[in-house]
């Protein structure tokens, strides 16, 4: 789920009006993918806006081979995309992969925090 709280992830993001959003989450997961592994041409084609602003990670200086650049790419080459968990549920409290479900993931859960 996003890294950042929308009050209710289920309705807000997910589930708008109560119907999966297939093609905004696979097209977020796509996209999120896609800047993990450094490919950011995609948003060329399908965001050109976008393009001109999104190149990809900058190696830092020291970085003369871009071995620490590639390093990085590996090491997200196993993270997890919200599409894949996601799409397999029906209902708010269905459980995510970890044992969450959106509920635990929501702001209005903490609101009496």
């Given at each position: 789920m996003p890294g950042h709280g929308?009050?209710?992830?289920?309705t807000?993001?997910?589930?708008?009006?109560?119907?999966?959003?297939?093609?905004?989450m696979q097209m977020w997961?796509?996209?999120?993918?896609?800047?993990?592994l450094n490919?950011?041409?995609?948003?060329?084609?399908?965001?050109?806006?976008?393009?001109l602003f999104v190149k990809g990670v900058k190696?830092?200086?020291s970085?003369?081979?871009?071995?620490?650049?590639q390093d990085?790419?590996?090491?997200?080459e196993s993270n997890q995309y919200v599409y894949d968990h996601t799409i397999k549920m029906d209902f708010r409290d269905d459980k995510l992969p970890d044992g969450s479900s959106f509920d635990d993931l929501s702001i209005f859960a903490r609101k009496e925090k």
């Open positions: 929308f009050w209710d992830p289920y807000d993001v997910a589930f708008p009006g109560g119907c999966y959003d297939h093609a905004f997961s796509f996209l999120g993918k896609n800047l993990d490919s950011p041409k995609v948003f060329s084609q399908i965001m050109p806006e976008v393009w190696p830092v200086s970085d003369a081979d871009l071995k620490l650049l990085a790419i590996s090491q997200h």
